[in-house]
């Protein structure tokens, strides 16, 4: 990190994370201002999404650090830009990750784009991350935050150069219970608020109730691999492949599961399958239409503005997930193809393929299909 002083603009969310980095900006002696971002208006006076009492956090945190806090309003761009997009995708029978979007549309450019008017030459957030600049590359790397449990850089692998060089991520230096005891021992207000677990910038809520509000759904079977009819689904939207939870058939049992573990292995979603409106699930955790070991992942971006060359690195499918060795195959344009040796669980359509070169995130893409085992 620069230790050259600037004016370094945070984005304060009422978490934690963003507090404490406001904290060590400071006390680096930046002139630190804060930003509080609303980004969510549809019933924001319900219980799962408050952002009024974040404000509040936000606002107590930049009285105790004695620096200014704005709260800006950018919840047109989130509706356009993320929300939009996310529904999309639902409707389309894939699994988005809105907090990808969210970072690369609102964060790092709605947010960056107003900090620069405020004649910022830095902006900060509380993500667990880290950048690097290479000189002998003359380039800015996104690197994993130190705290594995709580490494982001998953979320932040659309960022390009010109934000990774504006662009500090303090927090990531530290663990997350550094992170706690440094909020504690300086009084802030939310040392002990517990982290936001809910889609980003609409909050914690029943999943499918909200969007049972946006999207239509239609009805349908519920077949397992040889076409029985084991339930009815309340339309594929609300599905994501590996899912255990939710199906409403957890009495059945398949005395016929060779593949699957056993007439009591648990049943998981498999397929989607948008034309006959069907959803096939599977029994036991390991079945083979749960295995998939090459994907084909689209709209890619690279941090470093071009893609890896073919060969080996790591990826990761879905977040929290362990990084998995795999073989890069092709990658030009905005596609690029991953084979990897040992079968993967579980890879979503929609979801992100995220690829490593040990602790620098190399960038990645959406996946668009999968070569299941079976």
Known sequence: ??????????????????????????????????????????????????????????????????????????AAEYKDRVFAEFLREYQAGRTPNPDVLCNAEIKFKAFLDHAMRLGAEKIATGHYARVR????????????GLDPAKDQSYFLHRLNQAQLARTL??????????????????G????KKKDSTGICFIGERPFREFL???IQHAPGPILDERGRRL????????????????????GVKD???????????????????????????????????????????????????????????AAKT???QQDAACEVESAAGADFRLRFPEPQWAVTPGQSAVLYDGEICLGGGVIAAVDPQA
């Open 169 to 186: 991520f303090p927090v990531g230096e530290l663990k997350k219970t550094e992170v706690r005891r440094i909020a504690d021992e300086i």
């Open 255 to 313: 005395k016929g599961a060779a593949r699957g573990g056993g007439e009591h292995a648990p049943w998981f979603v498999a397929r989607k399958e948008l034309d006959t409106n069907i959803l096939r699930v599977v029994q036991g955790h390991d079945h083979p239409w749960l295995l998939s070991q090459r994907l084909v992942a689209q709209d890619a971006s690279w941090v470093a503005g071009r893609p890896p060359a073919p060969g080996s690195c």
């Open 318 to 320: 879905r977040y929290r």
């Open 1 to 74: 990190m620069s230790r050259a002083k600037q004016r370094v603009v945070v984005g304060l969310s009422g978490g934690v994370d963003s507090a404490v980095t406001a904290h060590l900006l400071k006390q680096q002696g930046h002139e630190v201002v804060g930003i509080f971002m609303k980004n969510w208006e549809d019933d924001d006076d319900s219980e799962h999404c408050s952002s009024r009492q974040d404000f509040l956090d936000a606002a107590s945190v930049a009285d105790v650090l004695g620096i200014e806090i704005e709260h800006v309003n950018f």
């Open 188 to 191: 802030l207000p939310n040392a």
């Open 133 to 144: 600049f290479n000189a002998a590359t003359g380039l800015h790397e996104l690197l994993k």
């Open 212 to 214: 049972n509000r946006y």
């Open 231 to 250: 339930g009815r689904h309340v339309g594929l939207s609300f599905y994501t492949l590996g899912q255990r939870q939710g199906l409403g058939i957890g």
